[in-house]
């Protein structure tokens, strides 16, 4: 994130002025933005072509926004003079909603519609995504998003890795255990004087580790071109594909990557995802995914444990003051802000650089959670959902914020067997009696995560239980096979 200089595009008559891409008031171009912080540059126009644009997005928006940021966009422009065209239309559907909500209903509650208003305004301009289309890799043909196959070719439009690459890699692994087999050969075997002596290599310059890593690289060569690949890798693999062809399939993607890919994996893709929205001029995307990237507790672990083998010192240690130190730069640059809970408040709060309470500066936060600006309220939400069962302060704060619609509750409903929206008081608004499992609080335009973090436990509960059973069958049938195969006489046993 230095210094940036504008990309220069040509200006397309039959495509920019309807594209949502288009930012008519400064005329320039949301699709070719480069990163930069704290806003990206959109790209400037030079001379006029009519060659067709490789990100152009029809600008149909008011179907593809949640009807909440629709709703009152039309509250605000039957009083207005002109009726606006399309990409004015955009921009009146951006950050000016809330001063038609307020006007409304501002006499009493003066002090939280004024914050509402802040919130709205930092949260501008509301991302405008493009559709999505696949390219077939045969072909070169489009296709819808969802499709399986190309609809002119029939290739598969979610391939397995190729013949090349698992070529690749079996090629790559096969020699280099080949080399570092004969390393050990050479060195510890056929002539001891020639091994290298760098005393701070010791770790690794030694016949025991160079000889797992050849077994390990060779093990590698055998499984990896033979497994069947992971759906997430699919995906991963198509969205960089797609980078060029059509971003907005390449973020599709990535967030489907995502849904299905194992922990470990997640932060790599979100790194992705981050440069993705950066490319594309999400700088609040970009920014929320980079303070997640930053303040997760997986980041500096590989970079400390390679520190640790060269230096000596304790990865838990140095991976720790990575962390925090990263954190403290972002916390002071205002990129992101901190919230936790404060025990002489007994409420959930906004937390100083020092991640301190601004009412009592002498104490510190617990359950801290970074966020960038805009997401104030989902972050303290998340505090509370991990606090309110502790304390009845904060589960009194959270029902404040439920009855006056900043937030919304979820929750698995036993009754109606799904997923529903749940009262201020975490009922199910259908059966008030029903028990309701996995209660979560979201801000309105967040719900679809949280509907999806409820999705995802069910499933890893499920997973977790079939695993079981079949732990206990494989345990049940090991003891079989040992009575049959060692000729055990139970009955002698039990007769002793
Ligand atoms: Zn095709
Ligand atoms: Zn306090
Ligand atoms: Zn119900």
Sequence with gaps: MSMQIAQRIPFRPAQCPGCANYVQPVNRCRGYAVESWPSPLLAVFGDETDESCPRYAPAVINESLSPQ??????????????????????????????????????????????????????QAPAPVRGVPRVHCQKCKAENPENADRCQKCDAKLLPSEGVAARLGVFIAALVSAGVLGYLVYHWYFQNPESAPNVPFLDPILNPISLSIAALLLLFTAIVVPLRRTPDYVKYRNRASRHEKLNPWQSLADLEHAMDLAPEKEQLNLLKQRMKLFEKLGFAEDAARDYVVLVTSPGRYKG???????FTG????????????????????????????????????????KEKRCLQHPKIKGQEVEYIIPADLLAGELAVMQKMEAKKPQVADQITELLSSGKASAIGYCTRCTGVVELDPQRRCIIHPKARVKNVQYAVPRDLDSARKRIFKSNKQGRLGRSRTIVFILAFLMIIYATIVLLDIDLAAIFQR
């Excluded at 039957?78 to 000016?96: F, K, N, Q, R, W």
């Excluded at 038609?100 to 004024?114: H, L």
């Excluded at 970079?303 to 083998?309: H, P």
């Excluded at 010192?313 to 916390?331: K, N, P």
Aim: aromatic share 2%; charged share 20%; net charge negative.
């Design 69 to 122: 940021d629709a709703m009152p966009a039309q509250a605000v422009t039957p009083p207005g003079p002109a009726v606006p065209t399309e990409p004015e239309a955009v921009l009146a559907s951006m950050p000016v909603p809330p001063i038609a909500a307020m006007q409304e209903s501002s006499i009493k509650a003066e002090g939280p519609q004024v914050e509402a208003v802040m919130e709205a305004e930092v």
């Design 313 to 352: 010192t304790d990865s838990g240690v140095y991976a720790r003051s990575r962390r925090s130190s990263e954190i403290w730069m972002i916390l002071n640059s205002g990129k992101a802000k901190a919230v936790g809970y404060c025990p002489k408040c007994n409420l959930v709060v906004e937390l100083d």
């Design 303 to 309: 970079e400390a444990d390679t520190v640790s083998l």
